[in-house]
């Protein structure tokens, strides 16, 4: 399978931050054409100092996920016959801050270098359902690179 660095789909918005002396305030979901968001769920992930939490895959639900606090690496990559095309997007509270949008059938991966925690803001346009399977096989062996190149060294 070849490796190739273009757009899997998944999309990042930068975002306005408000500085403020007692705490600044950072957007992330605004519903910019009044179209009514499709969020279902919003939580919040962890994301340990110095790990990587490896590849998810969803087959119907979109995310968009913001950092709270800390950075991270995020890297989307989606399978179209036999390449894979890939995206690395680094985000952050500081100079980075914005929403990335991952849509359904992208396997994504968070990278933390840092050595503090970072926490990520997720709201989903569906309601995560354990029962259902959301991932896919996602040990491949180009999928496997990918992190050995871009992940913790």
Avoid at 5 to 11: E, V
Avoid at 81 to 97: A, C, R, V, Y
Avoid at 131 to 146: I, P, R, W
Wanted: charged content about 20%; aromatic content about 10%; glycine content about 6%.
């Amino acid at each position: 399978m070849k490796e190739i660095q273009g757009s899997t789909g998944a999309k990042f918005n930068k975002r306005s931050r408000v500085n403020n002396l007692l705490g600044d305030l950072r957007h992330v979901l605004i519903d910019e054409n009044s179209s009514g968001l499709n969020i279902s769920e919003i939580y919040f992930s962890e994301v340990n100092p110095k790990s990587i939490k490896t590849w998810k895959f969803h087959r119907k639900q979109t995310q968009n996920i913001s950092v709270a606090y800390g950075n991270i690496r995020i890297i989307c990559a989606k399978v179209i016959g036999e390449n894979l095309l890939f995206e690395i997007f680094e985000i952050d509270t500081k100079s980075h801050h914005g929403v990335l949008t991952i849509p359904p059938e992208i396997y994504y991966t968070f990278i933390n270098f840092s050595d503090t925690i970072t926490v990520l803001f997720n709201g989903t346009d569906t309601v995560h359902d354990p029962s259902k399977k959301y991932s896919e096989d996602s040990n491949s062996k180009s999928l496997m690179n990918l992190i050995n190149i871009y992940g913790l060294q």
